[in-house]
């Protein structure tokens, strides 16, 4: 099965600041990676995501990228605010499979 | 419109006892999902359902684990002899369609603890 790995598991930033979050992947099939945040007592909610088709997809402060031949994508979130603060999570899956394959998580801090 | 809705919220229940978990999916969803989330982990995904059926159970970790949902929108998870090691967070999701556009929307989750 996909096995996902998520790095750094935690990231303290300056506000203003970016920040950077990397996944790797382990099974060629997938091609649809979408990013969770979660907020604490709350569900995962997605923020971005992005299909093999395209190599970067940018929405307003945040943006993923990803390089099948490496198996990685990365989230970047420019601009960090104090509600940013969270725990990020990169997920994986392939075209017409239901189960995400999450990582570990990174908490996120964004310092005032 | 409302969210998918979990209840309860917490749950204590002690080693060994019956429980069960309701989720409400986002009305009209066909596609609903249970995962549990372990403390500082990412969701594992336990069974999928498409409309009335279970299309993949394979992420139950064993038989105490149950799940159904007689009319295609209300699910029931069940858990029966639980044991500490249930204790978790499960998190129920739907989306309106499987696949490539699967879009996930997650309910706040039951906090389940075993003592």
């Known amino acids: 099965g996909e096995n996902v790995e998520q790095h750094p598991s935690t990231l303290s930033v300056q506000e203003g600041d970016s920040a950077v979050i990397k996944c790797t992947y382990s099974?060629?099939?997938?091609?649809?990676f979408p990013w969770y945040k979660q907020e604490l007592g709350k569900g995962p909610q997605l923020i971005i995501d992005i299909r093999s088709n395209v190599g970067e997809k940018k929405d307003q402060r945040i943006a993923v990228t990803l390089n099948k031949t490496a198996k990685h994508f990365s989230l970047h979130i420019t601009e960090t605010q104090p509600e940013d603060s969270a725990v990020y999570f990169c997920?994986?899956?392939?075209?017409?499979?239901?189960?995400?394959?999450f990582g570990a998580g990174t908490t996120v801090t964004v310092r005032a | 419109g409302a969210g998918v809705s979990q209840t309860p919220s917490n749950k204590v229940t002690e080693k060994g006892k019956y429980v069960e978990l309701r989720c409400d999916p986002i009305?009209?969803?066909?596609?609903l999902y249970w995962y549990r989330q372990s403390l500082g982990q990412g969701p594992e995904f336990l069974i999928y359902?498409?409309?009335?059926?279970?299309?993949?159970d394979s992420g139950l970790p064993n038989d105490r684990f149950f799940a159904v949902r007689p009319e295609g929108s209300v699910s029931t998870l069940k858990i029966q002899r639980t044991e500490r090691g249930d204790s978790a967070v499960y998190l129920c999701a739907s989306s309106s369609n499987t696949g490539f556009e699967m879009g996930l929307h997650f309910g706040n989750g039951t906090r389940l603890t075993v003592t």
């Open positions: 099974d060629s099939a997938s091609n649809y």
């Open positions: 997920a994986a899956t392939a075209s017409g499979d239901y189960k995400l394959s």
């Open positions: 009305s009209g969803h066909t596609a």
């Open positions: 359902f498409q409309g009335t059926g279970a299309a993949d």
